[in-house]
């Protein structure tokens, strides 16, 4: 799937080369070829497709490498007639996202080369230190529970030594991983991928703001309510018919109890803009929500960014402290307790 930087550069590219009025296909092919390989073959199949009759949305729809909602973004903005706008509007928010994630990316970092180091020093500590506090537990025939269970260190301590080593790599290949995939073109959903509950919440937020966004510009361009709504819920990942949005609006008008209580993302919103008869204030309203919600995101992404420090912090010295705790400080003051009562 495309990356995250590479799909909001397109939608810059797209957004400028609309509001020139330039053949997309064109425009497309050449830009091609300034682009890394996989990228500029899958801008070249897009041109291919633009020049056999297809529609942009149609041609991103049949293109495994961008992410499903993306062609929904974009037919919402043909259908609006604004493309620019919506594909801008989207690519705004998705910086704020993608900024958040370097962001996350670089904390990180520092924790995971103080993990390793730290847990080098231990793998070290226990390899040569474990097995004499076993032998000074059996000779003054102690016993420890816990510690006599480490037996294993004593009996096989290159097999030990060479497994907790390779916990480090371990370690950093599922960091490579996340950061590999959180470069991924995920898009603005409602369905955002289980990370960080603030970097969670924030990317909800942010479909909200894109969905009321995307809402006014297509009300704006004079579409109707049911199919304007339909496109826009298209556009942050969830299906809803515009069957069931008429049939709501319907039960709206006529101010009946809806029987068949619809459940969706987005509901109340759905029936405000519907109890709404004045465009100009529901398009303000829809405005407001954006920026709202906006706020909201940029909010939790604050937060996200002064205590995630913090909470490795806590999270990895009570972890270190804790291991170094009862592989060495405990059994040595137990030993030297247990030495004072028999001599006593």
């Known amino acids: 799937m495309i990356q995250h930087d590479q799909l909001i550069n397109l939608c810059g590219e797209i957004a400028a080369l609309v509001r020139l009025d330039l053949p997309l296909e064109e425009a497309l092919r050449n830009r091609s070829n300034d682009l890394p390989v996989r990228l500029g073959n899958q801008v070249r199949e897009l041109a291919d497709r633009l020049e056999s009759g297809q529609s942009l949305s149609e041609a991103l729809q049949k293109d495994p490498g961008f992410p499903p909602v993306y062609a929904a973004v974009v037919e919402a903005g043909l259908e609006s007639g604004n493309l620019a706008g919506t594909l801008e509007q989207i690519a705004q928010n998705l910086r704020i996202l993608r900024d958040s994630r370097n962001f996350l990316q670089g904390v990180m970092l520092y924790p995971m080369f103080v993990f390793t180091i730290l847990w080098l020093l231990f793998s070290l500590v226990s390899y040569k230190i474990v097995p004499i506090f076993i032998d000074f537990y059996g000779s003054f025939s102690i016993k420890l529970t816990y510690l006599n269970s480490l037996t294993f260190i004593q009996n096989y301590p290159c097999e030990y030594f060479i497994g907790m080593l390779s916990i480090i790599p ?175």
């Not at 898009?187 to 509950?197: N, V």
């Not at 995307?214 to 298209?234: K, V």
């Not at 405005?287 to 939790?300: I, M, S, V, W």
């Not at 059994?331 to 307790?337: D, E, M, Q």
């Open 170 to 344: 371990l370690f950093w290949i599922m960091y490579g991983i996340w950061c590999f995939r959180s470069k991924r073109s995920l898009f603005l959903t409602l369905q955002p991928p289980p990370l960080f509950f603030w970097l969670r919440t924030a990317n909800r937020n942010l479909a909200q703001a894109a969905f009321a966004q995307i809402t006014a510009l297509l009300i704006r361009s004079g579409l109707p309510f049911p199919r304007a709504l339909s496109l826009s819920f298209q556009a942050i990942g969830v299906s809803v018919s515009e069957s069931e949005l008429e049939q709501q609006l319907h039960s709206i008008k006529e101010r009946k109890q809806n029987t068949n209580k619809l459940c969706y993302p987005l509901s109340h919103l759905v029936s405000w803009t519907f109890g709404i008869p004045d465009q100009t204030i529901l398009l303000s309203g829809l405005e407001q929500y954006a920026e709202l919600h906006t706020f909201q995101a940029k909010n939790y992404l604050e937060r996200l960014e002064r205590w995630l420090p913090v909470l490795l912090l806590f999270l990895l010295g009570g972890v270190i402290l804790i291991i170094y705790f009862l592989s060495i400080i405990f059994p040595y003051g137990y030993l030297l307790y247990q030495l004072t009562n028999m001599s006593a």
